[in-house]
């Protein structure tokens, strides 16, 4: 089977052989909401599949793309590997017709609808939570919030923002932490939990001349990392994913050859399970890699660690 075969297949069929069926539906049927089968914990649908394109947008982490990404990212393999792996399924047909728009073209087509709500592109921003302003770290309840999470308010500080935000189509504001990620930030209150911005990314802390880098999975973790025996900065370069789905992009930080050892602390969950493997998988020298977890076995994360060990 070639790409262009590949992704005549329909994704909707796709999803439906691997038991995944969508929540609900818009514009009569054109678009399919699923609870997202690429990360953890996505309780109100937020993977939308645009059944005319053939493509998907995946709102939790602001990415999509066509049917062989899709499975790119949930058998964590390269294009052959995919393409192997959807002849197997049976589901081509030589009777398919093409998306509606060709590969080439269907790329364009979705930088033009990115400005368009409901269109399944690499980045939606009139659906994103816009920034309002951002400034230093003063408001009480945010403070408070980071007392519970055992986060020191002086390490926070040198890290953290505190941010005002509205919603799409709304005047409301609201404000949280603010933690850079990409071209936005993760947002943090008590009550949110969020992306703000388009397109996330990777955050990377550098440490001239340090030869160990340690992998965070959020920033929680990583502000509970520097917490735990408050030092004074960082021992070694410190790199966040913001979302496990970013695993790729911290490829390039881990074959760093000026790094000889990469710690890596992620969630002790099945996201956490998969994203350590794909890590130490694509690692150039997986010997220099340390799966952290250890430390932390029966927590759920670094930061439920830090709680117990504080209470």
């Given at each position: 089977m070639n790409a262009e075969q590949a992704r005549r297949i329909p994704i909707d069929a796709y999803l439906a052989r691997q038991g995944i069926s969508p929540k609900r539906t818009r514009l009569d049927g054109r678009e399919l909401w699923y609870q997202s089968p690429i990360r953890q914990g996505d309780e109100n649908p937020s993977f939308k599949v645009d059944t005319i394109k053939n493509v998907w947008f995946d709102h939790?982490?602001?990415?999509?793309?066509?049917i062989i990404d899709l499975v790119r990212e949930l058998c964590a393999c390269d294009v052959r590997a995919a393409l192997q792996h959807l002849e197997k399924t049976?589901?081509?047909?030589?009777?398919?017709?093409?998306?509606?728009?060709?590969?080439?073209?269907?790329?364009?087509a979705l930088?033009?609808?990115?400005?368009?709500?409901?269109?399944?592109?690499?980045?939606?921003?009139?659906?994103?939570?816009?920034?309002?302003?951002?400034?230093p770290l003063k408001h009480p309840a945010?403070?408070?919030?980071l007392t519970k999470r055992g986060i020191c308010h002086d390490i926070a500080r040198g890290y953290l923002s505190e941010i005002a935000f509205k919603a799409p189509y709304s005047a409301a504001t609201y404000f949280s932490l603010g933690y850079p990620a990409g071209d936005g930030y993760e947002a943090r209150n008590a009550l949110f939990k969020g992306f703000v911005g388009n397109g996330k990314a990777v955050t990377f802390h550098d440490k001239p001349g340090a030869s160990l880098l340690q992998v965070f999975e959020g920033f929680m973790d990583f502000l509970s990392y520097l917490s735990k025996d408050q030092p004074s900065q960082p021992v070694g370069a410190m790199l966040v994913l913001n979302t496990t789905n970013l695993w790729r992009?911290?490829?390039?930080?881990i074959v760093d050859p000026r790094f000889q050892e990469v710690r890596l602390y992620l969630d002790n969950d099945a996201a956490g399970d998969a994203a350590t493997r794909k890590l130490f998988e694509n690692a150039s020298d997986p010997s220099k890699l340390a799966d952290m977890r250890q430390h932390y076995a029966g927590f759920e994360d670094l930061n439920a660690w830090l709680l117990e060990r504080r209470s």
């Open positions: 939790g982490v602001v990415s999509g793309g066509n049976g589901l081509f047909s030589p009777a398919l017709s093409r998306p509606s728009t060709s590969s080439a073209t269907a790329r364009g930088r033009r609808d990115e400005a368009m709500p409901g269109t399944a592109g690499e980045k939606e921003k009139s659906r994103a939570f816009e920034l309002v302003s951002q400034g945010l403070l408070q919030y992009r911290a490829l390039p930080f």
